[in-house]
């Protein structure tokens, strides 16, 4: 009964470190391994405009997330300008704005943006969409009403539809209608204003992309555009360069309207300058980033909330969980003997910090000097505790001294014997006298040596990168190792040291 | 590894996880603990149930109280001192006898009177105790062993440990100190232990540090085949204890005295597992086989035990 209790118990809290362990890698993104590197770009914008003593109010367009594109980490410079940021019309805005500015005025944005390759192209379903005005006028409109009314004959669908209008916009002969919308011009912006025109026009809801080529160090970045088209509850993104219902390739869908990037009120001569850079940013950092800046009960979870000195300290902490369960097997299921139930977890983590060999030797040197110390204590008949007290002073004393001297001579790796737990050393020296007076030097030494190799196993489990890796980004998969430790509470097979020990029961003598 | 494994689960053999998991934690209430980790109280309630113990001389509680242990013991010539919480016979001294203000030993040193007062500050400071606890010295009789047991232990006091089971005698070894053990009765720290047949309560082949030997090592006597006198009565006594502490699953320790018969020397809710190699037995049918049963008297219990346990060594 109680079997079954503990299993159901293990299973569900496995499953449960399992989910959400599951849940933080695949919805947030973090990865499962510690070198992963997630591609983010580093955009800069410098605004500038020329006021004349009037107040202004400048609009800058910014980035803003959507599926797929996160943004990190962002930063204004800019001297004595109000700032408010507002999102409307499915844009994001920068509003600057100053009672009185004179003369030329230069303000920065800087951006950090991760694009997730695998959802970018994921539009979200919208049905609030609703046609709007073409802007067209006069000879344009009946120009355009009549393109589509000869398109919509020969098209299936909306699909078709744009393919059908935007060839022959791209191929005008020079008396068409459609040479007449473009008037001549046929740079791809134009091309794009165009269609969206023509779109509404036929009553599909359409609209301007503007977007950033995201290609490594770029200087001066250009602006490329694209537009989207409404069909059964998306946005359809549609390139009129390639023909191809997707947004080009490596690009942030910046903002969408015709408006431009940035526009003044009470100023003249608006100008930007966009540069953009690539960088190979650690995964967990992007994971970790995007957590932030996105409201997930879940993600504001992460220990990378912390301050940078409590995460340090969590680091190792949570490494601990990872040492014990080691030591739950190497008593429970192989059988070592050691001092103390989880001393040598203990000294594993004084050894995290000092270094393994440095560690072992000063440990060793520690341990050496107090139980020499202790057996001419013994000698002085002195009670327990004033005996164990003693035993604390002269260790301390004894890390004091290993610290001047080593420090004189130029060994500042001595300085570090001061990481260890002086009190376990302590109930160490004076255990390992009872067992030395008790069961002879033998014993004392098989569980000293024990000791010593549990926190030695101990110490590699818990500095191995992936452990601190996992432990420190995926601490619910801690709840796995709960649940593990849990049923080997119920382990009821042999111990490893018991085979030899019952071998003669074994009737093969 | 595995191989091993198998055949000594075939032969019915119970390590240290499955006897923790499926006996002590199933069947030791953790409240009756105080009764048989303190020996005071376990002495108190065997005299309640009208069980022989070895005579309480003295009690130690306090440091204050070792300055009047020199007067305490002159009373009598021989006695033991040990833990009222030790456990596997650590911290116990045996007296057998005073010459000009200095005590021999069972192993035949003298020691003075200052050593026995640190011994006992020991105790009571908590050293031998679980956990460091402080802890209460015991000054008891000294039992001086049948003459059966003359030729097969070398000094110290040879004892008998029966693991009971619900109140059934399950299996049983006679414990022979060795010069190694240093007179003390404890299989870890050197000393023989022969299975004795329930049903009969003759000596078995005996194990010395985990393997089969035939005679003690110091004596050179035979250990196998010696009849264990008042078996019966020690059968009786060991399936009492439960009624006494309610734990379903102990080792009771008795000893044959000269003058006094069986006596309860301690209780012990964890007993160790040895006794199976010293049997050349697994606990585990046996175990099973009282799990199936329901038993109305002490009587029913030692009967049941005596028929279906009996060795197949004899």
């Known amino acids: ?509 | 590894m595995f191989g091993i494994a198998k055949k000594i689960r075939a032969a019915g053999v119970i390590g240290v996880n499955q006897r923790n998991a499926d006996y002590i934690l199933k069947y030791n209430s953790r409240r009756f603990y105080p009764l048989v980790d303190d020996k005071i109280r376990t002495k108190l309630l065997a005299k309640k149930f009208g069980i022989a113990v070895p005579e309480l001389y003295a009690t130690i509680e306090i440091q204050r109280q070792i300055n009047d242990l020199p007067k305490l013991l002159s009373l009598h010539d021989d006695f033991v001192i040990k833990p009222a919480h030790g456990s596997q016979g650590e911290g116990i001294t045996v007296i057998t006898g005073q010459t000009r203000g200095y005590f021999r030993k069972s192993d035949g040193s003298l020691v003075a009177s200052e050593e026995l007062k640190f011994q006992v500050s020991n105790i009571l400071s908590g050293i031998y105790s679980l956990g460091g606890q402080p802890d209460k010295a015991i000054v008891e009789y000294r039992v001086k062993f049948d003459p059966i047991f003359e030729h097969i232990s070398y000094r110290g006091v040879p004892d008998v440990r029966i693991i009971i089971f619900m109140g059934v005698p399950v299996m049983a070894m006679v414990r022979l100190p060795t010069q190694e053990s240093g007179g003390k009765a404890n299989l870890h720290q050197g000393c023989i232990g022969a299975g004795v047949d329930i049903a009969t309560g003759q000596t078995l082949h005996a194990v010395w540090k985990n393997s089969v030997v035939q005679d003690h090592p110091d004596t050179g006597h035979q250990v196998a085949g010696v009849i264990i006198p008042h078996w019966d009565q020690l059968l009786d006594i060991a399936a009492r204890s439960y009624e006494m502490t309610g734990l379903g699953y102990q080792g009771v320790d008795l000893v044959m005295d000269q003058k006094f018969g069986p006596l309860l020397l301690e209780l012990n809710a964890r007993p160790g597992l040895n006794i199976q190699i010293a049997n050349r037995e697994g606990l585990s049918p046996r175990l099973i086989k009282i799990q199936e049963k329901k038993f109305s008297s002490v009587r029913e219990r030692v009967s049941f035990a005596k028929e279906n346990f009996r060795s197949i060594y004899v």
């Open chain 1, 1 to 509: 009964m109680k079997q079954k209790h503990v299993f159901i118990l293990c299973l569900f809290v496995f499953l449960l470190g399992l989910g959400l362990t599951g849940y933080r890698w695949l919805e947030l993104n973090f990865p499962l391994l510690p070198d992963e590197t997630a591609p983010t770009w580093r955009i800069e914008i410098q605004a500038s405009f020329e006021a004349k003593g009037a107040p202004v109010k400048a609009s800058l367009m910014l980035p803003q997330e959507t599926t797929g594109i996160s943004i990190l980490d962002e930063h204004f410079v800019s001297r004595g300008y109000g700032l408010s940021t507002e999102k409307t019309d499915g844009n994001r805005r920068l509003y600057l704005t100053k009672r009185q500015a004179d003369g030329k005025q230069t303000f920065w944005y800087q951006a950090l943006i991760y694009q997730n390759p695998i959802q970018e192209n994921i539009a979200t379903i919208d049905y609030s969409v609703s046609p709007r005005s073409s802007g067209l006028s006069g000879i344009d409109l009946i120009a355009a009403q009549e393109i589509s009314r000869s398109i919509e004959r020969a098209s299936a669908d909306n699909r078709t539809f744009v393919r059908l209008l935007s060839s022959r916009l791209k191929n005008p002969r020079s008396t068409t209608k459609e040479s007449l919308l473009l008037s001549g011009n046929k740079r791809s912006r134009s091309v794009s204003k165009v269609l969206v025109a023509v779109l509404r026009v036929a009553r599909i809801p359409a609209r301007l992309v503007n977007g950033l080529a995201l290609t490594p160090d770029r200087r001066s970045a250009r602006l490329t555009s694209w537009i989207e088209f409404h069909d059964e509850g998306r946005w359809v993104p549609f390139n009129p360069a390639t023909g191809l219902f997707q947004k080009p390739r490596d690009h942030l869908s910046w903002w969408h309207g015709e408006e431009p990037l940035l526009s003044v009120i009470g100023a003249v001569k608006p100008k930007t300058e966009i540069a953009v850079s690539g960088m190979l940013f650690s995964a967990f950092r992007v994971a970790q980033k995007e957590g932030e800046t996105r409201v997930d009960p879940f993600s504001t979870l992460s220990l990378s909330g912390l301050p940078i000195q409590t995460q340090e300290v969590y680091r190792l902490l949570l490494t601990v969980p990872i040492g014990i369960f080691l030591l739950v097997i190497l008593r429970n299921v192989i059988g070592l003997r050691t001092f103390g139930t989880f001393m040598p977890v203990l000294i594993a983590l004084a050894f995290r910090q000092t270094d393994l060999l440095y560690g072992v030797f000063l440990f060793s040197l520690v341990l050496g000097v107090g139980l020499l110390i202790r057996f001419y204590l013994e000698h002085l008949k002195l009670l327990l505790v004033p005996r164990l007290a003693c035993i604390v002073i002269v260790v301390i004393f004894l890390m004091t001294l290993i610290s001047i001297v080593s420090y004189k001579l130029g060994w500042d790796r001595g300085l570090s014997v001061a990481l260890f737990p002086i009190v376990i050393l302590a109930m160490t020296i004076e255990r390992m006298t009872v067992v030395w007076d008790e069961r002879g030097p033998k014993e004392a030494l098989i569980q000293v040596s024990g000791s010593f190799f549990v926190a030695l196993l101990c110490f590699y489990a818990m500095t191995n990168d992936f452990v601190e890796y996992w432990t420190f980004v995926f601490p619910e998969a801690l709840l796995m190792i709960l649940a593990l430790t849990l049923g080997l509470g119920r382990y009821t097979g042999y111990r490893l040291v018991e085979l030899p020990r019952f071998k003669v029961l074994s009737g093969s003598d």
